[in-house]
C-alpha cells in the first residue's frame, strides 16, 4: 500500500468551480506540503503545514487555501478555479526527526480547468 | 533568494555514463537532493549531501562543493528505464528548511 494518497488522481473541471485536493499519508510525519509541477517551472511550494496546528504559506499560495484535518490529513482547495491552475499537483510529507528530512511525495493529481 | 540551475534535457547510450550539473545560488544552505520523476509520476529521493564530497550509491553518485555552489549526480551503467527527469533541490537554512527545486534535467536514454 502507497504510504502517501491522493485523490482524485484525474480531475477536469470549469472556471469558476470550487474544487478540493486531498492528500493522506501512513507514515507518521508530522510536515505535509502542497507542491504543483508545470512544464518548464519545476515545482513550486503552494502551502506546508508544520502540524495541525501549524498552517503556512509557500511562495503561490494566492487562491489556494489549505486544510490539515488530522496528522494524516491535508487537504487543498480551489475556491473559484482558473484556467493557469491547470497543472501536476503534489502533496508530501517529511519526518522533521529525520537527520535528511527527506519528502516523500503522493503520486500526484493531474488537474484541468478549462 | 535562492536561484538553480540545471540543463534541461541531455541524452545517453545505453551502458554509458552521464553527470548532470547543477549550480545554485543561496542565502543559506543547509543540503541538496537530487530526485529521480518519471514522467507523470512523483519525485523519488535518489541521493542528498550536506558536506562537500561524493556520496555513492549503487549505480547512482551525487558530489558537492559548497564553496562553488555545485553538485553533480553521475549516472553509471546506463539502463533504458533511468529515462527521467532529474530534479536538484536546495534546503533552505531558515526555520522551516523549504526545498527550492529546479526545473529538472530530462535524460533519454537510447539504446
Known amino acids: 500500500d502507497a504510504d502517501v494518497t491522493q485523490t482524485p488522481r484525474n480531475r477536469i473541471t470549469k472556471t469558476g468551480k470550487r474544487i478540493m485536493l486531498e492528500c493522506s499519508q501512513t507514515k507518521g510525519h508530522d510536515r505535509m506540503y502542497w507542491y504543483r509541477q508545470d512544464p518548464g517551472l519545476g515545482l513550486r511550494l503552494i502551502y506546508y503545514s508544520f502540524d495541525v496546528k501549524d498552517i503556512n504559506k509557500g511562495e503561490i499560495s494566492d487562491g489556494y487555501s489549505v486544510s490539515r484535518q488530522a496528522q494524516a490529513k491535508f487537504s487543498l482547495s480551489l475556491e473559484s478555479a482558473i484556467p493557469n491552475q491547470t497543472a501536476l499537483y503534489f502533496c508530501a510529507t517529511s519526518d522533521d526527526r529525520d537527520s535528511y528530512n527527506e519528502q516523500f511525495f503522493g503520486p500526484g493529481t493531474r488537474l484541468t480547468v478549462l | ?111
Open chain 2, 1 to 111: 533568494g535562492q536561484n538553480i540551475d540545471q540543463p534541461t534535457e541531455m541524452t545517453a547510450t545505453e551502458g554509458a555514463i552521464v553527470q548532470i550539473n547543477c549550480t545554485y545560488q543561496t542565502s543559506g544552505f543547509n543540503g541538496l537532493f537530487w530526485y529521480q520523476q518519471h514522467a507523470g509520476e512523483a519525485p523519488t529521493f535518489l541521493s542528498y549531501n550536506v558536506l562537500d564530497g561524493l556520496e555513492e550509491k549503487g549505480r547512482f553518485s551525487s558530489f558537492l562543493s559548497r564553496s562553488k555552489g555545485y553538485s553533480y549526480l553521475l549516472l553509471k551503467e546506463l539502463q533504458m528505464k533511468d529515462s527521467a527527469s532529474y530534479l536538484c533541490a536546495v534546503r533552505a537554512l531558515t526555520g522551516f528548511q523549504k526545498l527550492v527545486f529546479g526545473t529538472g534535467t530530462r535524460l533519454l536514454v537510447s539504446p
